[in-house]
């Protein structure tokens, strides 16, 4: 049975999503991808479920990313076919789901593990906490995306630093340049994060959803979906798509009105 390290403990409206591998700094196993792949879509499937906070477990890490021993014996295509675009595949799941996702950045962010706290919508981190793209201080570059939602997220000339520089970067100056919303005391972390999930889960959830992917749409997230599923459900409301249903049902000619 493969070992569970990613549990998911829902809390009325809010779904807690927890990396459970603290002694290993909660590092990314290829088991870890499909469980966090598993959890996206148990949540996606939940409409009672409004908010969503992704967490590390222990005191030390959020994540350290990826773990080398998984991936360093992979060959070339290999390594693109089944853990770089794998990884993409798991952490754009969890970008483009539609609810709000806060990550209770509880310590350090390394490599994968910034890459995944930058698919959430909402970053709190703990005054502990650094973070860090080390990969080309191990002869790789950044593979879920920290080239590219990165620097949607804080501009090219941060991401350019943290990536060339490997720079270990405080949770001071990672609130400055954009890349976490709230620094607080490191035992505060999960408790501001789920009250935050609940302020927003007592929202109206169609208006938040709806919102959270129109300003994905605006960063070049999804927009093609976005637009497709709005004019799907603006068409589908209109009392032409009755009548072609029933016309279709009747088999005859549908008489359209433009409402």
Request: glycine share 8%; with cysteine.
């Amino acid at each position: 049975m493969t070992d569970r390290f990613v549990s998911i403990v829902r809390d009325a409206a809010v779904a807690i999503v927890t990396l459970n591998r603290p002694d290993k700094l909660n590092a990314l196993t290829p088991a870890m991808l499909d469980q966090l792949e598993d959890a996206a879509r148990a949540i996606e499937a939940d409409d009672e479920t409004r908010v969503v906070i992704l967490a590390g477990g222990g005191v030390k890490a959020f994540c350290v990313g990826a773990d080398i021993n998984e991936w360093a014996a992979l060959r070339p295509l290999d390594m693109w076919r089944h853990w770089v675009r794998r990884g993409h595949q798991v952490f754009d799941q969890w970008a483009r789901l539609r609810q709000p996702v806060i990550a209770a950045i509880n310590g350090h962010a390394f490599g994968g593990g910034l890459e995944l706290a930058i698919t959430a919508d909402v970053r709190i981190a703990a005054e502990e906490a650094r973070f860090a793209l080390p990969e080309a201080s191990i002869a790789t570059c950044p593979g879920w995306s920290g080239t590219q939602r990165l620097v949607r997220l804080t501009g090219a000339s941060h991401a350019k630093y943290l990536a060339l520089s490997g720079a270990r970067v405080t949770a001071a100056d990672a609130r400055a340049c954009g890349l976490v919303h709230e620094v607080v005391p490191q035992d505060r972390v999960l408790e501001r994060a789920h009250r935050l999930a609940l302020d927003m889960a007592a929202r109206a959830p169609v208006a938040l959803q709806l919102t959270k992917q129109l300003l994905n749409a605006a960063s070049g997230e999804e927009t093609g979906s976005t637009l497709e599923a709005m004019a799907g459900a603006l068409a589908a409301s209109t009392e032409d798509a009755a009548e072609g249903i029933r016309s279709f049902s009747e088999k005859r000619p549908p008489i359209y009105v433009g409402r």
